[in-house]
Structures are given as C-alpha cells and as structure tokens.
C-alpha cells in the first residue's frame, strides 16, 4: 500500500487542491467562501501548500487593495493524481 | 472547515464535493458584455443609417469605429475589478475572443493597407465580415457555456452575413441598408441572449 501524502491528507489543504485542479486561477476571497475556512487558517495552509511547490500564490495590487490569486502546479497536480490513486488502493475502488 | 482526520472515503467525497462547487460557470453579469456590445451596435446602426439618410453621405460609416470603445471600457473595468476565479471555461472563452478581435484588426489593416495601394476601398464591407466573426464567436461561446440561445441567435447573423456578401457580388456594391441589418443581427444575436443569460443568473 502507498503511503498518503500527508501534506494532502488535511481536510482544508484538500479541499483548497480541489478547488484549484478544477479552475485555471482563484482568489483568496473565493477559496474562503467555498471552504468555510477563516482567513488566519486558510492563510497558514495556502503558505503550507506554497512552500511544497504544491500551488503558486501571486499576491498583487488591484487599485489601492491586495489580491491574492492561486494557482495549482504541475507537481500539485501530479501530487494530488498520486494521492487520489493511493485513496482508492485503500478503499479498493 | 475544520481540521479532523478523514477516513480514506471521506477525503474522496471531499475531493469530488470540491470539484462540484467550481462547476457553475455562469456568474452575475456573464450576459452584460454582449448587452453592450449588441446595444451599440443597435444604436449605431440606427445613427448611421439616419445620418446617411438626412446628408446622403456615406462617410458615416465612419462611425462604426466606435465599436472599439466597448472594447476599452470592458477592459478598464475588467483590469479594476478582478473576477474572484478563472474556470478553464472562462479561459476558453477568453481565447476564442481574443482570435475573432485579432480577426477584427487584421481585416481592418487588410483594407488599409489595400486601401492606401489601390487608392480606394470600401470599409462596408466590414459588416458582413463582422457578423461572420462575431457570429462564430458568440456560436462558440454558447456551445461552451451550453447556452443554446447564443447559438441560434449567431445563425441570424450568418443568415444576414451570406445574404450582404451574395448581394454584393450580384449588386456590384454595398447598401446603406446593410447598416441597419448589422444592427437587427447583433440584437438577436447579443441583446436577447445577452437578457436571457442574465435572466437566468438571476435566478440561479
């Protein structure tokens, strides 16, 4: 049996490589409202996921506010392909 | 969401449940772009074909480079107010668009260019021409966002399209009255689906 990625076995940093394997770019505002997560929260795994290569995170100006948009990476993508294959040798799907 | 530890099921489900919440590609405005670019075009239709009516000159036609200025107002906007995501089918969309307005300028620096060699043209031509993209254009853009009113209404526009090329072949010249078919197309190809779309948003 492969080992889960523990990285991705969290339920908030899941859900965030979900949100984002499905879309080309989110902002943080989106990701907040489709996870239920607090800003503090999804802030500190967003940066989890950042620093494994997992997502890439611009942060730019818009006007006088910052935005914050995210984006899944190759690797993210392979990461999460992996860790899906290993769950269903789990569940013998 | 909180942080618990997740059975191997759990974590599937949520995985799949995610992906759910990102299918509504339809946001509030998606019809809006082609409300403003179907009612300036109704309005100019009229105008133009007004004006040659009162002054006999064709030079009105001129007018119809004031098309572009939707083009720069979206993109202001846009650029200042950021959508919260970009599916892939947003992306496509974008993509299919931004080829039909490389058309748009391409043709335009075709007829220049044209122009300044033979030393005359005839930029009415352009509204057959722009049917045909904007028709392809929003037919695309319908089958992609499975909106089948987009689709039949772009088929007007081909109809119209056809029909001034045809004429212009047969005729040996353009026709005032093209302008205000150009604008009776794009209003059932953009104004009523444009509705339409923002119809349904709402109740979404």
């Given at each position: 049996m492969r080992e889960l990625d523990p990285l991705l076995h969290s339920q908030l940093r899941l859900a965030i490589m979900s949100l984002l394997l499905s879309v080309e770019e989110a902002d943080f505002v989106y990701l907040k409202e489709k996870t239920e997560a607090t800003a503090g929260n999804l802030s500190v795994q967003l940066e989890k996921l950042d620093t494994a290569g997992y997502i890439q995170v611009t942060k730019e100006f818009v006007g006088k506010k910052t935005r914050t948009s995210c984006r899944i990476t190759d690797t993210g993508k392979k990461a999460l392909e992996d860790y899906i294959d290993a769950l269903r040798e789990y569940i013998n799907l | 969401m909180e942080e618990k530890k997740m059975t191997e099921k759990e974590s599937l489900e949520l995985v799949s449940r995610m992906i759910q919440a990102t299918r509504?590609?339809?946001?509030?405005?998606?019809g809006n772009y082609f409300l403003v670019y179907g009612y300036t075009a109704l309005v100019l239709s009229i105008a133009i074909y007004a004006l040659f009516y009162v002054?006999?000159?064709?030079?009105?036609?001129?007018?119809?480079?004031?098309?572009?200025l939707p083009m720069s107002v979206i993109a202001f906007r846009k650029k200042k107010n950021k959508p919260l995501v970009v599916t892939y089918t947003d992306g496509m969309v974008k993509k299919v668009w931004q080829v039909i307005g490389s058309l748009f300028s391409l043709t335009i620096f075709v007829m220049l260019v044209l122009m300044f060699i033979?030393?005359?043209?005839?930029?009415?031509?352009m509204l057959p021409l722009s049917l045909l993209y904007a028709g392809i254009g929003t037919a695309i853009t319908g089958l992609v966002i499975k909106e089948s009113c987009l689709v039949y209404g772009s088929f007007v526009g081909f109809v119209f399209a056809v029909y001034m090329l045809m004429s212009y072949t047969l005729n040996g010249g353009t026709e005032m009255i093209w302008n205000l078919y150009f604008g009776l197309s794009l209003t059932v190809m953009m104004v009523v689906p444009g509705h339409v779309l923002n119809n349904k948003i709402e109740k979404l």
């Amino acid at each position: 049996m492969r080992e889960l990625d523990p990285l991705l076995h969290s339920q908030l940093r899941l859900a965030i490589m979900s949100l984002l394997l499905s879309v080309e770019e989110a902002d943080f505002v989106y990701l907040k409202e489709k996870t239920e997560a607090t800003a503090g929260n999804l802030s500190v795994q967003l940066e989890k996921l950042d620093t494994a290569g997992y997502i890439q995170v611009t942060k730019e100006f818009v006007g006088k506010k910052t935005r914050t948009s995210c984006r899944i990476t190759d690797t993210g993508k392979k990461a999460l392909e992996d860790y899906i294959d290993a769950l269903r040798e789990y569940i013998n799907l | 969401m909180e942080e618990k530890k997740m059975t191997e099921k759990e974590s599937l489900e949520l995985v799949s449940r995610m992906i759910q919440a990102t299918r509504q590609n339809l946001v509030k405005g998606s019809g809006n772009y082609f409300l403003v670019y179907g009612y300036t075009a109704l309005v100019l239709s009229i105008a133009i074909y007004a004006l040659f009516y009162v002054t006999g000159n064709t030079l009105w036609s001129i007018g119809w480079f004031l098309m572009f200025l939707p083009m720069s107002v979206i993109a202001f906007r846009k650029k200042k107010n950021k959508p919260l995501v970009v599916t892939y089918t947003d992306g496509m969309v974008k993509k299919v668009w931004q080829v039909i307005g490389s058309l748009f300028s391409l043709t335009i620096f075709v007829m220049l260019v044209l122009m300044f060699i033979a030393g005359k043209c005839d930029f009415v031509l352009m509204l057959p021409l722009s049917l045909l993209y904007a028709g392809i254009g929003t037919a695309i853009t319908g089958l992609v966002i499975k909106e089948s009113c987009l689709v039949y209404g772009s088929f007007v526009g081909f109809v119209f399209a056809v029909y001034m090329l045809m004429s212009y072949t047969l005729n040996g010249g353009t026709e005032m009255i093209w302008n205000l078919y150009f604008g009776l197309s794009l209003t059932v190809m953009m104004v009523v689906p444009g509705h339409v779309l923002n119809n349904k948003i709402e109740k979404l």
